[in-house]
């Protein structure tokens, strides 16, 4: 903004909580959300830090010296917007959906908005062109209104360590080369063995459960997942900062499998699946995180959405709601939506 200009610690300020973000659309489809976050996000870098030199300051503290040039000749072979939107997408997006098909186009759009950042170079190898990422810890293909039993899945997660070294191989595995996929994916797949192991000789066979839902799991295969863990598929230990999307309507009397969903406290025998996907998001976000939804209105006046009305409004605080009555928002969907959105309270778990 010309009139209120930035000094360059509030610019560094802006960066550093940038690269902590975390965003997660738990219905990604097609990817629109994910990739318009991504958009804004390289907007306000562009904005604040057109030559990425504070971007790279921020890259460059604590880095030994024998990695900095490397570093500094990575930026600089590569237009500014091509290596924004990598580090964005590595640090900051996250889509899980259960239709490997929208998981595969959610990892297209995101291939697309780098290749067209790239610089065409006939004088150097493979065109001037980088390899693109490897976005299976990206966007994985699962049923995010399951999760792992809870009782268990702190047990496993009682010793991080395996979890941070899990979140060490992905993150080399996001940008390895085709030639090291597999041994990386190897490395993987050992890793979790290895917590398993760990998790069964503690805790024994009360843990059965846990370790065959999470033998089953195959990151590499793209297959829906009936369940979804974000510290078991994304290495995460932090919950996100920020949920955005679009989840699916799906009328009551469609739901398949309602009894995984009746331990969910916004359940009632009427509620649309879009209800349940608000409560799962805020045990995903952390405390003061945001979720900004688009969703039929029907909640806010029908019975089956007083529970809803309830978690929104009283028990977290409910920013805004944009009720866009009788208006086609989207082409393939004859509802009248809303945009919601709500801060997570730290009390949110409480029952009543």
């Given at each position: 903004?010309?009139e209120y200009l930035l000094?360059?610690?509030?610019?560094?300020?802006?960066?550093?909580?940038?690269?902590?973000?975390?965003?997660?659309?738990?219905?990604?489809?097609?990817?629109?959300?994910?990739?318009?976050?991504?958009?804004?996000?390289?907007?306000?870098?562009?904005?604040?830090?057109?030559?990425?030199?504070?971007?790279?300051?921020?890259?460059?503290?604590?880095?030994?010296?024998?990695?900095?040039?490397?570093?500094?000749?990575?930026?600089?072979?590569?237009?500014?917007?091509?290596?924004?939107?990598?580090?964005?997408?590595?640090?900051?997006?996250?889509?899980?959906?259960?239709?490997?098909?929208?998981?595969?186009?959610?990892?297209?759009?995101?291939?697309?908005?780098?290749?067209?950042?790239?610089?065409?170079?006939?004088?150097?190898?493979?065109?001037?062109?980088?390899?693109?990422?490897?976005?299976?810890?990206?966007?994985?293909?699962?049923?995010?209104?399951i999760g792992l039993p809870?009782?268990?899945?702190?047990?496993?997660?009682?010793?991080?360590?395996?979890?941070?070294?899990?979140?060490?191989?992905?993150?080399?595995?996001?940008?390895?080369?085709?030639?090291?996929?597999?041994?990386?994916?190897?490395?993987?797949?050992?890793?979790?063995?290895?917590?398993?192991?760990?998790?069964?000789?503690?805790?024994?066979?009360?843990?059965?459960?846990?370790?065959?839902?999470?033998?089953?799991?195959?990151?590499?295969?793209?297959?829906?997942?009936?369940?979804?863990?974000?510290?078991?598929?994304?290495?995460?230990?932090?919950?996100?900062?920020?949920?955005?999307?679009?989840?699916?309507?799906?009328?009551?009397?469609?739901?398949?499998?309602?009894?995984?969903?009746?331990?969910?406290?916004?359940?009632?025998?009427?509620?649309?699946?879009?209800?349940?996907?608000?409560?799962?998001?805020?045990e995903l976000i952390q405390?003061?995180?945001?979720?900004?939804?688009?969703?039929?209105?029907?909640?806010?006046?029908?019975?089956?959405?007083?529970?809803?009305?309830?978690?929104?409004?009283?028990?977290?605080?409910?920013?805004?709601?944009?009720?866009?009555?009788?208006?086609?928002?989207?082409?393939?969907?004859?509802?009248?939506?809303?945009?919601?959105?709500?801060?997570?309270?730290?009390?949110?778990?409480?029952?009543?």
């Amino acid at each position: 903004d010309a009139e209120y200009l930035l000094k360059d610690s509030e610019k560094q300020e802006i960066i550093n909580a940038i690269e902590s973000l975390r965003i997660l659309d738990p219905a990604c489809g097609s990817g629109a959300y994910p990739i318009g976050a991504l958009q804004k996000i390289v907007y306000v870098l562009q904005q604040i830090d057109p030559n990425c030199k504070l971007w790279l300051d921020q890259k460059l503290r604590g880095v030994p010296e024998l990695y900095k040039q490397k570093i500094i000749n990575e930026v600089k072979s590569n237009p500014f917007d091509y290596t924004r939107k990598l580090d964005v997408i590595k640090n900051s997006i996250f889509g899980v959906d259960i239709q490997p098909i929208a998981v595969d186009v959610s990892r297209l759009r995101c291939f697309l908005t780098l290749v067209v950042e790239s610089e065409i170079d006939d004088t150097k190898p493979n065109r001037g062109m980088e390899p693109l990422p490897n976005l299976d810890f990206k966007f994985v293909c699962a049923n995010t209104l399951i999760g792992l039993p809870t009782s268990q899945a702190n047990n496993l997660f009682e010793d991080h360590s395996g979890i941070e070294e899990l979140a060490g191989i992905m993150s080399e595995y996001f940008s390895c080369s085709s030639q090291r996929k597999n041994e990386i994916r190897l490395r993987f797949t050992n890793a979790q063995k290895e917590i398993l192991n760990k998790t069964l000789s503690r805790f024994g066979k009360s843990t059965g459960e846990l370790t065959l839902k999470l033998t089953l799991w195959d990151p590499f295969s793209n297959k829906s997942n009936p369940w979804f863990d974000l510290e078991w598929m994304f290495g995460a230990e932090k919950k996100f900062d920020i949920v955005i999307g679009n989840p699916p309507y799906v009328s009551h009397d469609k739901i398949i499998e309602r009894e995984n969903l009746e331990k969910y406290r916004v359940y009632n025998s009427f509620a649309d699946l879009y209800c349940y996907f608000f409560e799962r998001s805020l045990e995903l976000i952390q405390e003061n995180g945001i979720i900004t939804f688009v969703v039929s209105n029907s909640f806010i006046k029908a019975d089956y959405g007083l529970n809803l009305r309830k978690l929104l409004g009283k028990d977290n605080t409910l920013i805004k709601i944009l009720n866009v009555e009788d208006s086609q928002v989207f082409e393939s969907a004859i509802v009248n939506t809303a945009i919601i959105q709500t801060l997570k309270n730290s009390d949110h778990t409480k029952k009543t």
